[in-house]
């Protein structure tokens, strides 16, 4: 099998990788009570385009970066789970557009998800690991953690807050792409938000600026900036498949690997800008 090139494998990402989110329209959970919770339309037709995004990845590297002021000259800006600006501006900014949260920081005690101000900010967007086939009743009875109990909660709390659930299918067409453009047989579990973050942005942008996705000459075993912990698994991956994700995104980078040493930061064309 041959090895694609940048251009061909982002036509590929492109093409097989569609960010769906839940309508409620959709079955199962059309015919649920709650079901006028969920948006009628979809992320990509809400919201966007955007010129120029930033993904800001949570990483240990980001400490020290000075990189706020360039993060927040973006028309749009993608944060992680609990990741915080407040008291780190001058390194991460502080404009947050979009926060893609995992299923766990829904669930667990410790992110107090239902009265955290962290994520009243901008537009919410949750996933879980459903499962291979996709089938959404198969997923809802089986999610990883309460996702659809912690999201009927959240929208009584915060109606007026855009908050969406990607569907897990998007989450499979990508893992597909990274299996299918690697030679060993990758662990099948779903991506990390990161780079479901990255896609999304790719779908709502005309450029996007991903920061310390791809580690800097700051590269540290640190593993979030916002915290003291320390784990090299953090930057390469345990659960989910991150040093291939990271691969086929430097496979993707039309910025220069200047800018990935001093900044961290990769170049990646919105889809809207080539056609395949
Ligand atoms: O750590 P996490 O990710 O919240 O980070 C968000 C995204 O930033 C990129 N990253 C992070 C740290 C690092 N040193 N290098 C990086 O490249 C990754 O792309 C990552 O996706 C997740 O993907 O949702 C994840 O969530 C955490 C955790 O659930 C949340 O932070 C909430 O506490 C997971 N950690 C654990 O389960 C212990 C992590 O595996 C993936």
């Known amino acids: 099998r041959s090895k694609l090139s940048g251009p061909e494998l982002l036509c590929q990402i492109k093409n097989m990788v569609q960010i769906a989110t839940l309508t409620q329209d959709m079955e199962p959970f059309s015919g649920f009570p709650w079901a006028s919770q969920l948006p009628p339309r979809q992320i990509t037709a809400d919201i966007g385009p955007f010129k120029t995004c930033a993904v800001v990845s949570s ?6 970066s000075g990189l706020g002021k360039e993060i927040d000259a ?4 993608i944060r992680f789970n609990a990741a915080p600006t407040t008291g780190f501006e001058k ?3 502080s404009k947050t557009t979009v926060r893609l949260i995992n299923s766990q920081v829904m669930a ?5 998800f239902l ?3 962290l994520y009243s900010a901008g537009i919410l967007v949750s996933w879980d690991p459903g499962p291979f086939s996709s089938d959404l009743g198969e997923w809802f009875n089986k999610t990883d953690y309460p996702i659809f ?3 009927q909660r959240y929208r009584r709390l915060h109606p007026q807050q855009p908050f969406y659930i990607v569907h897990p299918r998007t989450e499979w067409q990508l893992w597909q792409r990274i299996q299918d453009n690697m030679v060993e047989t990758i662990q099948k579990n779903p991506p990390s938000s990161g780079l479901l973050g990255t896609v999304l942005m790719m779908s709502l942008c005309e450029v996007v600026h991903v920061y310390e996705f791809l580690p800097s000459r700051r590269k540290t075993e640190l593993c979030h900036y916002y915290q003291r912990f320390s784990d090299a698994a953090c930057t390469l991956g345990a659960y989910h498949p991150l040093l291939y994700e990271k691969n086929l995104v430097k496979r993707m980078n039309k910025g220069s690997d200047h800018d990935i040493y001093t900044h961290g930061k990769v170049t990646l064309p919105g889809f809207m800008t080539f056609d395949c």
Do not use: F, T
Request: glycine share 8%.
């Open 91 to 93: 390194d991460v900014g």
């Open 59 to 64: 990483a240990g590297s980001l400490k020290n």
């Open 74 to 77: 973006h028309d749009a800006v």
């Open 115 to 117: 009265s955290s101000s």
């Open 108 to 112: 667990s005690e410790d992110h107090h």
């Open 149 to 151: 109990k912690q999201y």
